[in-house]
């Protein structure tokens, strides 16, 4: 059976405490990895999150390299509440042009 990470990713943006713990960008990327790390092999889009990290550096013009979504997003909003906030705002937007 394959586990769909943007699946999840929808759910969480739902409740995020219940998943994560606190709303923060942090913790949510920490959820990620070690939601996909227990068994990559049957992880489902387990590569839509380097390409929304390249997305997101396109959409702000940064030009920080080898920098993970996470960091990027609280780069430029310098709060890990909001950056989690965006990161649900972004990757919805992200999804939708994806799929156009």
């Known amino acids: 059976m394959q586990n769909n990470i943007v699946k999840l990713i929808l759910e969480i943006e739902k409740r995020p405490v219940m998943y994560i713990g606190r709303n923060s960008i942090f913790c ?3 959820f990620l990895d070690g939601w996909h790390f227990r ?3 049957q992880t489902e889009n387990s590569e839509i999150l380097i390409e929304f990290a390249d997305w997101i ?3 702000f013009n940064i030009d920080q390299y080898s920098v993970s979504w996470d960091k990027l997003l ?3 909003y310098q709060d890990e509440e909001i950056a989690l906030n965006s990161f649900f705002l972004n990757f919805n937007q992200f999804l939708q042009e994806k799929h156009q």
Do not use: G, R, S
Request: glycine letters at 0%; a positive charge; hydrophobic letters at 40%.
């Open 28 to 30: 949510l990327k920490a």
């Open 39 to 41: 068994n990559p092999k």
């Open 57 to 59: 550096q396109e959409k």
């Open 74 to 76: 609280f780069l430029l």
